[in-house]
């Protein structure tokens, strides 16, 4: 077997695992009924630091204009989010998370960071700063955001 048919096989199932613990982590009740993509969009604008626009979410979350325009409107009734006008240009729309999306964020961190101690535990310094490189290296969202999808 190849080196890259043996990476293939290994992305492959730390993804399989990875998108089995988001579910279960989404059935935890104290995620509150949020599904899974609900809980990254509000993780994804706290981790940002300031209010997203609405063009930078879009691109971040490498959806469509629609999937997300309905998401954002779900999280800003449920107020996880709100939304204001930018203070830029007055124009454009920026969305921030409210207390209870901080609140949510804060525990789907703390998940993520329990999964990566259980998942690089057995790595020596050496090796973590290795592969944290690595990842820096692979700009892993910008190649995901522009790996074609082949069609069979």
């Known amino acids: 077997m190849s080196n890259l048919a043996k990476t293939n096989i290994l992305v492959h199932n730390l993804y399989f695992r990875l998108m089995t613990l988001e579910r279960e982590m989404s059935m935890n009740p104290r995620f509150e009924g949020l599904r899974v993509e ?30 997300v325009s309905l998401l954002i409107k779900r999280l800003v009734q449920k107020e996880y989010l709100w939304k204001d006008k930018s203070r830029d ?11 209870r999306g ?18 690089l535990g057995g790595l020596n310094e ?17 190649l995901i955001r522009n790996i074609p999808i082949p069609i069979a």
Do not use: C, W, Y
Not at 89 to 99: I, K, M, Q, S
Not at 106 to 116: C, D
């Open 38 to 67: 609900e809980i990254h969009a509000i993780t994804l604008i706290v981790n940002h630091g300031k209010p997203m626009r609405f063009s930078d979410l879009v691109k971040t979350l490498a959806l469509s204009k629609g999937p």
């Open 89 to 99: 240009d007055g124009r454009g729309v920026v969305f921030g998370a409210t207390v």
């Open 102 to 119: 901080h609140a949510i964020a804060r525990i789907h961190n703390q998940v993520h960071l329990a999964a990566l101690q259980i998942l």
């Open 126 to 142: 050496t090796e973590l700063n290795s592969f944290s490189a690595l990842l820096e290296k692979l700009a892993i969202e910008d």
